[in-house]
């Protein structure tokens, strides 16, 4: 598996996207920071990208490989090499490589800065280990779909679907069904239900770790209340890691049992 | 060497094997034929663990390849799309394979001597052409020295220089004694090098043995007509 990894890793770094991505990155801290000048500001600004754009890049980066790879991974299949390796390798190739874009592309500016010598530090570490989190579930999510579909273009659609329906859509019908039932108890359900995206998991633990309960927002005010902001901080973690370890697991289960 | 039993797979509602037993002895080149989806490349994948059939079972050198990858190790393969990551270099390509299989092969500089590849060690495969990316295959086909080696149309995109070269190289990896599997559809490359015909039909093997008696079974005097005529019959 390590092997895989390392190819696909090797051959993504070079990939032209890679460096749009890093580009972009790059050129957002270094806008948000020296035009701003507020360190937790752009903190905050840089949230709202990540979590959307992340997810979205995570997804279509994930399928696009795949679907590209599709000859190659046929040539790999015929090795002697177990399955889960293969894909699991290009998983993780692709999702470490986008997540080095981000890492070093927000790291960069941040540390011109002057991030280590600012208390903003842990703030900043955990919207990048976020962000991280963000590209583990969504490439692997991303996997499971292509993996699933044959055809591209359904894949694509389902891709592009799964990320409006994560970013967009679901906090529409969440916050709909609270107003609709405003006369009945929501604590758990509310807690169920942001559990249960991670979009919006990510979003609560940084607001929380950030300690901005302006931003919270009922979701995240009920985290606080029920966990407490440090408990809380670690409930969603331990979310996270479930939420990029269960379409892991998917993606070795399917890749054992499909005809290539 | 290969032992098919019983073999059935079927993709949704489309049977595309229905009952294939197939004994392969080792050494010798054999041709799978059969008209367009009989069902040659489902054979030739689950023989190399690609496709997991419906029911039947494959055993290769006595042990049943269930579940198994390492059996692996002695089968080199030759996919029918040549088609590799685009930022890796041939050389690193050719240098991963190696990698991954773990051995100390050194059959590919002779190889890439033998198809002139050196000019395009160092460039990135997406700026080849389809004739060069074949011949890459050929090279990451060829270079272990695996007792069989199973070849999807080997023929497709080469030139005429090339080709000649792939026949060459075909008949001295017989005469090292390897099992050879081989699938085209260009009968006269089929008839020039190979001893055996497996012709597959709706799933199913129709014959099995050598050209003359395929020749004599369907009474025409060459071979690309007893084909021929054993798909009119399949036509009509």
Redesign the interface.
Known sequence: MIKILKYSFYDLMRSRWSYVYFAFYLLLGIVLLFLNNDLSKAVITLMNVIIILVPLIGTIFGVMYYYSSKEFTELLLAQPIKRSSIFLGQYLGVALSLSMSLIIGLGLPFIMYGIFKSSAIWDFSLLLITGTFLTLIFTALAFNIALYNENKIKGFGYAILLWLFMAVIYDGIFLMSLIAFEEYPLDTFSLIGSMANPIDLSRVLILLKLDISALLGYTGAIFQKFFGTNFGIIVSSAMLCIWVLIPTLLIQRKSNKKDF | MIKVKDLHKK?GKNKVLQGIDLEIEQGGIFAILGPNGSGKTTLI?SI?????PNSGSIEINGKKIKND?????G?D?L?Q?????S??TVD?LIN??K???ASKSTGELQLIELFKLQPFLNKKLGNLSGGTKQKVNLV?AFMFDSPLL?LDEPTSGLDPISLIRLKELISSEKKKGKTILITSHIMSFVEEITNEIVFLLEGKIYFKGSVLELKSKTQQPDFEHAIASILQQSYD
């Open positions: 993709f994948k190399l663990g690609m496709v997991i990858w390492k059996y692996r190790n089968i393969y996919p799309i040549a088609n590799f990551p930022n890796l690193e991963m394979i990698d991954l299989r990451l199973i």
